[in-house]
């Protein structure tokens, strides 16, 4: 082996153990601002022409697009977090998301598509009664802009195809 | 009439208002004992019930699995355009026969002792009917030899279909589906399911809420407007759009309907007397309700509930069924499938996924409906003999020009009420 080779497995590791820095903190960011309320901000981790979508496994499984919510660019997003904060009418709840470490499934050009486990739990206000509101994958795609890493798509695909009461905070 | 034979006569659990349907005994949303009456006088009384889709079983011998108030049912398509309801419950210990969503079959097994039914329910099959062969050729054991399998079948109801919807019935005493129906429903049926129908989402939620409360909130068309501001800053659906409500002959089922594009306003919607209008309000990316007229009649939202369970939904383009189903006296759930269709542009089916956005659990102008019944369900305990009054547009019930109007409500009441003899 010649050091130029050495050199050059090295660097890939380095790059690609940066890479998957870059996506847990991608990860680990998205959940603490759901779960910290700072929903304002959920959208700034999709790039404008993302695709979001939280969708029942038993749809997905069979090639369907549509489920609970399908949102095909960033404006969306935002648009669900303003009727969220000023238009629906729910009661207040709050999230907990715990996430595995990401699975990379592959890496494509300037898209790295990887999935991670969750579990959701949530916790009514005031009563406090707790329950484990969803549990699933994310299916993602991320690419990187500048020095952040964003999503291009980000389907929340729920072990469950039932919801309890609403759903209105994303997952 | 199994389950209610151990409450007490109706009549001795509820002493209905003298107004009559206008007022309602909230004690019909938590009491256990007129749950299981209303099992027998309603679910399994003169009634259909909405089980599914016909291309949920596009293929003979194909099944899925739905529900009658409490009781567990199989469809199964058993020829070309024929389809058959069994009770699925096998008839030796009361197993689920059929655990599966879906599936093919010809024939169907129950998992605990074999016992083999056919489409039409007939028992054809017990493993070990006749026993084991002893060592001289003897019989051991085995069913008695009076055991009749004539007598022990999954038991087969009566089906309908219309417009690609699978109905069923536990009654005799039901009329034939259309009858039941009614041509203004039955015409709106074949109207909003015009094309070959394909499913765009199927999904299920749970609510904390006697089944009443959200047969009442989906009959309620003086709510949507002012509950989910989403729809009326937009000028989805406000009040003052032009609509109004059509029933059958005998008020058991309507249709609330509003035409958005002649929509002229109302004074309570600009005043800010009314939270769900918000002046400030647009949305980023508008074309998550682009749309397209998609009938005749110019109507953009109607809802159409059949009696007990059954609506039929068109908001915009955005068409589904919606199956209830009672969970007990103070739970419930929706089946919520969402319908495109093959003939459907590419356009149209984009726009059809857009605005799946605006139904469903997760729906910006229905999610509020999976718990406001809660929120009534918490209200009215520890004061189950007060009366809620539905009083909005009159005493009457029957067909209205208008949408602020509580008649479809006063409709189910008054239907309620003659099948419980109350």
Redesign the interface.
Known sequence: MSDGAFGDTARSIAASSHITERITRLMTDYSAVIDNDRLESWPDFFVQNCFYSVIGRSDHEVGRLAGFMYCDNRDMLVDRIRSLRSANVFQPHRYRHIISPPRILAVNGDVVRCETSYALIRTSVPEGAMVVFSTGRYLDEIVFEGSDAKFQRRVAVTDSDRIDMLLVIPI | MAQAVAARPMRELIQWPAQGFTHVPMQVFSDPEIYMWEQDLIFRGPTWHYLGLEIEAPQTNDFFTSAIGDTPVIVVRTADECFNVLVNRCAHKGATVCYQPTGRSERFTCPYHNWIYDHSGKLISVAFEKGIRGRNGESLGGMPADFDKAAHGLRCLRVETIAGLIFGSFSDAAPPLEDYLGPVMSAHMRRTLHGRPK??????????NNWKLYAENARDNYHPSL?H??FA?FKLNRLSAEGGVRQDDKNWHHIVFAKKHTDQGAPEYSSGEIR?Q?DD?G???PT?ISSWIEFDDEITNSIETIFPTFTLQQILNSVGTRQLLPLGPEKS?LVWT?IGFEEDTDEQAHM???Q??LV???G?VS??D???G?FVQRGIKGDLGRTAVVLMGGHDVGSAPTRATETSVRGFWKVYKELLHV
């Open positions: 499913i765009l989402a199927r999904y299920r939620q749970m609510m904390h509950l501001a989403f800053t769900a918000k309000f949305l980023n990316d998550l759930e969402l059809r996924l857009k799946s956005n469903g659990p997760a910006l999610m509020e999976g718990i406001i809660n």
